[in-house]
T-cell receptor, first 113, second 112 residues
Framework: DGGITQSPKYLFRKEGQNVTLSCEQN?????MYWYRQDPGQGLRLIYY???????QKGDIAEGYSVSREKKESFPLTVTSAQKNPTAFYLC????????????FGPGTRLTVT | GQQLNQSPQSMFIQEGEDVSMNCTSS?????WLWYKQEPGEGPVLLIA?????ELTSNGRLTAQFGITRKDSFLNISASIPSDVGIYFC????????????FGQGTTLQVKP
């Protein structure tokens, strides 16, 4: 089955630690995206990548970093510089960067205490 | 920047009723998408619209791309309990980045 996987589903970390969230897709999509969702709010774009070895900042990139070394994978690192890291993180992909639907993974809920 | 205004914010309806929600934008979009999200899960794409005036159905769901290209509507007919969730609209402008602008969501609750 083709799709997007995110792991783990729940993640707990202590304040001051960096943490990396996994996102893998086997849809052969070129573009991948990371969003953050807070309770009762819409989705805000963190980073996106239209092609391997290239990525751009979204609206709320501060305190986050990404890499895109393989087409299938787009891991997100939440660094200790992110002031409010507790949130629901969603990864998405699309065939190409423009004019195509985005498909989402199941999400990772990160709790930092 | 571009913003989407989605309304209503929440709806509590009786099973069997029809539902309407809409999104309006301050600027023109080339693509409108409608998603449904259930608690603790990722959004699932319901309908994608690509042309002004386009009307597309997916089962009991019907969505329209507004003729001005600044709005879109989603209707659900004969609601059932499993329609419960948060419905998001998303629009994409003319930039070549694939960036989507999301509405704040409409929370739908259905009373059996």
């Amino acid at each position: 089955d083709g799709g997007i996987t995110q792991s783990p589903k729940y993640l707990f970390r202590k304040e001051g630690q960096n943490v990396t969230l996994s996102c893998e897709q086997n849809l052969n999509h070129d573009a991948m995206y990371w969003y953050r969702q807070d309770p009762g709010q819409g989705l805000r774009l963190i980073y996106y990548s239209q092609i391997v070895n290239d990525f751009q900042k979204g609206d709320i990139a501060e305190g986050y970093s990404v890499s895109r070394e393989k087409k299938e994978s787009f891991p997100l690192t939440v660094t200790s510089a992110q002031k409010n890291p507790t949130a629901f993180y969603l990864c998405a992909s699309s065939i190409s960067g423009s004019g195509y639907e985005q498909y989402f993974g199941p999400g990772t809920r990160l709790t930092v205490t | 920047g571009q913003q989407l205004n989605q309304s209503p914010q929440s709806m509590f309806i009786q099973e069997g009723e029809d539902v309407s929600m809409n999104c309006t934008s301050s600027s023109i979009f080339n693509t409108w998408l409608w998603y449904k999200q259930e608690p603790g899960e990722g959004p699932v794409l319901l309908i994608a619209l690509y042309k002004a005036g386009e009307l597309t159905s997916n089962g009991r769901l019907t969505a329209q791309f507004g003729i001005t290209r600044k709005d879109s509507f989603l209707n659900i007919s004969a609601s059932i309990p499993s329609d419960v969730g948060i419905y998001f609209c998303a629009g994409q402008g003319s930039s070549n980045t694939g960036k989507l602008i999301f509405g704040q969501g409409t929370t739908l609750q259905v009373k059996p």
